[in-house]
């Protein structure tokens, strides 16, 4: 299982970026994904989730209204779309594949930094 996130970077406040994940070697269409994120520290902590089909989202309040999940079935790939971007919003950024509501499967990680 590969899970292989990509899109973070250095950016203002106010401005926006778009993360990535690309899966593979799992079932990805029948699979709930979940962003994740972890500053320097603190514990990591749920960004959003989204269900197999995509016709279900959750986010954490802090992101509610700024952050959009959504997810590519037909080219197993999952996005995070983030606006609005605030200094507190600085994390590493994981995407997470969970299996039958039972495994986790988790990225490598990609680095958000917002300035003020």
């Known amino acids: 299982v590969q899970l292989v996130e990509s899109g973070g970077g250095l950016v203002q406040a106010g401005g926006s970026l778009r993360l990535s994940c690309a899966v593979s070697?799992?079932?990805?269409?029948?699979?709930?994904m979940g962003w994740y994120r972890q500053a320097p520290g603190k514990q990591r902590e749920l960004v959003a989730t989204?269900?197999?089909?995509?016709?279900?989202?959750n986010y954490a309040d802090s992101v509610k209204g700024r952050f959009t999940i959504s997810r590519d079935n037909a080219k197993n790939t999952m996005h995070l779309q983030m606006n609005s971007l605030k200094p507190e919003d600085t994390a590493v950024y994981y995407c997470?594949?969970?299996?039958?509501?039972?495994?986790?499967?988790w990225g490598q990680g990609t680095q958000v930094t917002v300035s003020s």
């Open positions: 997470n594949a969970r299996v039958f509501s039972l495994i986790d499967y």
């Open positions: 989204i269900s197999s089909s995509g016709g279900s989202t």
């Open positions: 070697g799992i079932t990805f269409s029948i699979t709930a």
